[in-house]
């Protein structure tokens, strides 16, 4: 129910909608997939806000793909089972007992709890892995990570069933993958939400995480990078541990054809919405 007020907020907020139009216009039919973090998804008012802006994005006429991550729940359920595990270059590594974790927590727990939060804020979401329909096949990245695996195939087809029809599901990927002789995989979610765009020809990848966006040397915040820039950035050692995969992923998807990503802080409410919708814009874009 509208509340009557006496002020004039209703008026600037009505005004602040309508600049929105034209942004909303822009994205209007083209997908924009982002990846939920970790470390952004502690929080349950915070993961409510985020649903109802991805149903936002979908009443608006794009269409939001969600691919999520699971870091620090992963951490607690092995620290709770008392398994340790270490990580190489922001790389977790996974024995066959931490990838079964990974997958318990990622594809289970985690997914599930984000496709409600959206089917609360009013959306249809869909829980799918990257086994679903072979959406994402992954092969070892390297024998000392494991069972910590990199895709090597996508096949989106389930994808463009789910968001074709009107008004269409809101897909929501947990990035445990399958391997070509029935293992799975632990895929660093970015990379799989980076793959997965590429693959949609997305217009922009989101990667929602727990800091503004990339910080240079002087840990002051850079807006806009090249892919050359985004690359230096991991050469000279100014970015280290989950922001390696983060820009290489930000690098591969430009080169795949995605317009733009943006490394954004999952900590604050509307980000996305301030990202796609306001000349502002929000933590870093690379292009
Ligand atoms: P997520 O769960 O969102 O994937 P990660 O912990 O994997 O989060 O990656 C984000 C982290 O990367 C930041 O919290 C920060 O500690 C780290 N990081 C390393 N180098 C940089 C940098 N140059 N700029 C910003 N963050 C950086
Ligand atoms: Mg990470």
Do not use: C
């Amino acid at each position: 129910m509208h509340k009557r007020r006496k002020n004039e907020t209703g008026w600037t907020s009505a005004q602040t909608l309508s600049e929105a139009l034209p942004f909303i216009q822009r994205y209007t039919g083209s997908t924009i997939v982002i990846k939920f973090g970790g470390n952004a998804m502690g929080d349950e008012v915070l993961t409510q806000k985020f649903a109802h802006d991805v149903v936002l994005l979908k009443q608006f006429g794009l269409r939001p793909v969600i691919v999520h991550g699971g870091g620090p729940q992963i951490g607690s359920m092995l620290e709770k089972l008392d398994i340790k595990s270490e990580f190489v270059d922001g790389l977790r590594v996974s024995d066959m007992e931490t990838v079964g974790i990974a997958e318990m927590v990622l594809s289970g727990a985690i997914n599930k709890s984000i496709v409600q939060a959206i089917n609360q804020a009013g959306g249809r979401a869909v829980g799918l892995s990257g086994k679903d329909a072979n959406l994402i096949t992954a092969n070892a990245k390297d024998a000392k990570l494991g069972f910590t695996g990199t895709p090597i195939a996508t096949d989106i087809s389930v994808i463009d069933v789910l968001t074709a029809a009107d008004p269409g599901f809101i897909p929501v990927i947990s990035p445990i993958s399958g391997g070509a002789a029935g293992e799975s995989f632990n895929v660093n979610a970015d990379t799989a939400a980076g793959v997965l765009a590429g693959a949609l020809g997305a217009s922009r990848l989101m990667l929602l995480t727990d800091i503004e966006g990339v910080m240079d040397k002087d840990k002051n915040l850079l807006t806009n990078l090249s892919v050359e820039d985004a690359l230096g950035l991991i050469k000279d050692g100014t970015a280290k541990g989950g922001m390696i995969p983060k820009l290489t992923t930000a690098t591969d998807a430009v080169k795949s054809g995605v317009e733009a990503v943006v490394i954004l802080d999952g900590r604050r409410a509307h980000g996305l919405l301030v990202e796609l919708f306001t000349d502002q814009g929000a933590g870093t874009l690379i292009r």
